[in-house]
């Protein structure tokens, strides 16, 4: 095994730099996506600031509010959520029809989206759910409402951005190790002996004994089953037996 295909086997690389993103952002991002205009929507946008408020999320200081107005233009929706999704936003609040909804869940599957029904839609409401929205709410609905969905929504954000920065320090850690130290290690998930390793390896027990001690030491664990839980945070999968 060479670096570069230990590195294919880390995911290349690929998701490092969503979490150093995640990692620096100082707060979480709302996207508002409408198909109105700012001064149709001005007393909503307030009591939803407001609202947020009330609950704990400030605009501008804990949580920021990234709004995109279709201006009654339902052509410019898919744009706009996809401008939403780009900016990696926490949530995104799709109001003004059926339509800023389905656009933000046709942009993304990964970010949640509180879907805000027009005239009652249940079935679509339920429709979006099953595509994955984090929430719908049928109108009429009381503030509370939203503002409880967006919260929760923003936990689950969260969460899932907490999981990607374990994935990737995961990966970190394992991209200290050298490519048969690599090797040594999917072995030694997988449940084989040293004997077993050195005879896969082609290389003397005292080897393979080396460079398990250093895989413990450069990884900073002291067990096989810390190992084990390493290698499934990182999404290594173990040695094949052949």
């Given at each position: 095994?060479?670096?570069?295909?230990?590195?294919?086997?880390?995911?290349?690389?690929?998701?490092?730099?969503?979490?150093?993103?995640a990692?620096?952002?100082a707060?979480?991002?709302?996207?508002?996506?409408?198909?109105?205009?700012?001064?149709?929507?001005?007393?909503?946008v307030?009591?939803?600031?407001?609202?947020?408020?009330?609950?704990?999320y400030?605009?501008?200081?804990?949580?920021?509010?990234?709004?995109?107005?279709?201006?009654?233009?339902?052509?410019?929706?898919?744009?706009?959520?996809?401008?939403?999704?780009?900016?990696?936003?926490?949530?995104i609040?799709?109001t003004?029809?059926?339509?800023?909804?389905?656009?933000?869940?046709?942009?993304?599957?990964?970010?949640?989206?509180?879907?805000?029904?027009?005239?009652?839609?249940?079935?679509?409401?339920?429709?979006?759910?099953?595509?994955g929205?984090?929430?719908?709410?049928?109108?009429?609905?009381?503030?509370?409402?939203?503002?409880?969905?967006?919260?929760?929504?923003?936990?689950?954000?969260?969460?899932?951005?907490?999981?990607?920065?374990?994935?990737?320090?995961?990966?970190r850690?394992?991209?200290?190790?050298t490519?048969?130290?690599?090797?040594?290690?999917?072995?030694?998930?997988?449940?084989?002996?040293?004997?077993?390793?050195?005879?896969?390896?082609?290389?003397?027990?005292?080897?393979?004994?080396?460079?398990?001690?250093?895989?413990?030491?450069?990884?900073?664990v002291?067990?096989?089953?810390?190992?084990?839980?390493?290698?499934?945070?990182?999404?290594?999968?173990?040695?094949?037996?052949?």
């Amino acid at each position: 095994m060479n670096r570069r295909e230990m590195l294919r086997l880390l995911g290349g690389g690929a998701i490092w730099p969503l979490a150093a993103h995640a990692q620096q952002k100082a707060k979480p991002v709302v996207g508002f996506l409408s198909s109105r205009s700012p001064n149709e929507s001005a007393a909503n946008v307030a009591a939803f600031r407001q609202g947020l408020k009330d609950a704990g999320y400030v605009d501008g200081e804990n949580v920021a509010i990234d709004y995109r107005w279709a201006e009654g233009r339902y052509d410019r929706l898919p744009a706009l959520a996809a401008e939403l999704v780009g900016l990696q936003v926490a949530v995104i609040v799709a109001t003004g029809g059926n339509a800023p909804g389905l656009a933000a869940k046709t942009a993304t599957a990964r970010i949640p989206i509180v879907f805000i029904t027009g005239h009652g839609d249940i079935p679509m409401g339920i429709g979006a759910m099953k595509r994955g929205a984090a929430d719908f709410l049928p109108k009429p609905f009381r503030d509370d409402e939203l503002l409880t969905a967006v919260a929760r929504a923003l936990a689950r954000s969260a969460k899932d951005c907490q999981q990607r920065v374990e994935v990737v320090e995961s990966r970190r850690r394992l991209a200290k190790l050298t490519p048969r130290e690599f090797e040594v290690f999917r072995l030694v998930i997988a449940g084989r002996l040293n004997k077993e390793i050195g005879a896969e390896l082609d290389v003397t027990l005292r080897t393979i004994k080396t460079h398990r001690a250093r895989v413990m030491q450069k990884i900073g664990v002291i067990s096989v089953a810390e190992l084990v839980r390493l290698a499934q945070k990182a999404g290594v999968a173990p040695a094949e037996h052949v």
